[in-house]
């Protein structure tokens, strides 16, 4: 990028001084090339440099670029040798050089691209119109148009809209970089954001019914960025004793209190007994959301319902689903799906209200079923959770 700063610094120089010919000399063969349209330029980060080099060079009446080797660049080696060899006496008056200082790339304010989009394309436009009959992108090669029949299978359009199918038979709604990362900051530290981590988070999108290629990559990045999860989050401790897990018999069966003995120290409330240690991992995790979510200890109030509804429409680790989804048997309806519309939303939207209850008692007869599921999936992650915690004891 340093050297495009330096070719498009002399062109600047050059039309200010309204140069009409110039010839461009330089040692750097991949920026030659890519100009002379050689070399296509694959760099992302290159691009918008690439795209203003070009705006530049149709400036001029007369433009070419030659490639000076390092032995045809001799003459360069020897000013730079002269420079370094010059000794300037403390008598010596030397005139003032004004140099400006450029704190932004020198593409800013000058075109309007996505870095992460090549060419100012969405990532799904060739998919796109290789489905609609529009053929392949020009200039592709063989092993291009190959790779991108391969992935158009896993693709269709239906409406204006265009959807990628999932292994579990769900079409999930393809969204561009923009939208992409409005959902995951809202998703993740939105009104109902829990902060959860960039799996989980991943997880929480394509059960909406969205996708895009680097869907877990952008997730991490975000989490990575968050002030927030980075103060709370957990430590990590070897553990004193081997784990023994608890395992309800039924989901929500409403249990007592547990006593298992005294507990010593006594608690702040002054009590020697311990609850359920279900209750207290629930009560850590919404204690863990809230201090993420609140600006000063006294809106946690303010902040408990959002944390709760958090909790509740987010995917356990345990049950791979959602609380929400275990007790009425759907999936609630998250705010930003009402900004970005899933396919689920836009399937429901014009739905009879008569048509709506019927299927909301259909998925309300199948919940047996899906708690069923989730009990399994409980005892399975307990065993892999204490197998992993034993070996470090």
Not at 153 to 170: A, H, K, P, V, W
Request: aromatic share 10%; with cysteine.
């Amino acid at each position: 990028m340093a050297e495009y700063e330096a070719y498009i610094a002399g062109l600047e120089v050059a039309l200010a001084l309204r140069v009409q010919d110039i010839d461009v000399f330089g040692y750097s063969i991949l920026i030659i090339c890519q100009v002379n349209g050689k070399w296509r330029t694959g760099e992302t980060r290159l691009i918008p440099y690439n795209t203003y080099l070009e705006s530049l060079v149709k400036k001029f009446r007369s433009i070419t670029f030659t490639h000076l080797s390092r032995i045809r660049n001799h003459f360069a080696d020897a000013l730079a040798t002269l420079a370094a060899m010059l000794a300037i006496s403390a008598t010596m008056e030397v005139q003032p050089l004004a140099v400006r200082l450029q704190w932004a790339p020198a593409h800013v304010n000058t075109i309007e691209i996505s870095t992460r989009c090549p060419y100012g394309k969405l990532w799904y436009t060739d998919i796109k119109n290789l489905i609609a009959g529009k053929g392949h992108p020009p200039k592709a090669s063989s092993k291009e148009m190959k790779t991108l029949q391969r992935l158009a299978t896993n693709f269709i359009i239906c409406g204006e809209e265009l959807y990628r199918r999932s292994f579990d038979g769900m079409q999930l709604l393809c969204i561009n970089e923009d939208k992409a990362a409005e959902l995951i900051k809202q998703i993740h530290k939105g009104v109902c954001g829990p902060h959860m981590n960039g799996k989980m988070l991943s997880r929480k999108i394509l059960r909406l019914g969205f996708y895009w290629p680097t869907m877990e990559a952008d997730c991490f990045a975000l989490v990575k960025k968050c002030h927030k999860c980075q103060v709370y989050a957990n430590l990590i401790h070897v553990p004193p004793s081997e784990l023994h897990s608890l395992t309800l018999p039924w989901p929500f069966l409403v249990w007592g209190i547990n006593i298992i003995g005294k507990l010593y120290p006594r608690s702040s409330s002054g009590h020697e007994s311990q609850t359920n240690g279900a209750i207290e991992a629930a009560n850590k995790n919404i204690k863990a959301t809230i201090s993420k979510m609140t600006e000063t200890y006294k809106d946690w109030l303010n902040k408990l319902t959002y944390a709760l509804w958090a909790y509740r429409t987010s995917i356990k680790s345990s049950t791979s689903v959602t609380p929400y989804s275990l007790v009425y048997g759907m999936e609630a309806v998250l705010p930003v799906e009402l900004r970005i519309l899933s396919l689920r939303i836009m399937l429901e939207v014009n739905l009879p209200e008569s048509e709506w209850a019927k299927a909301s008692y259909q998925e309300l007869q199948m919940i047996d079923e899906e708690r069923l599921r989730a009990l399994y999936h409980i005892k399975g992650y307990q065993r892999r959770i204490e197998r992993a915690f034993n070996k470090k004891v």
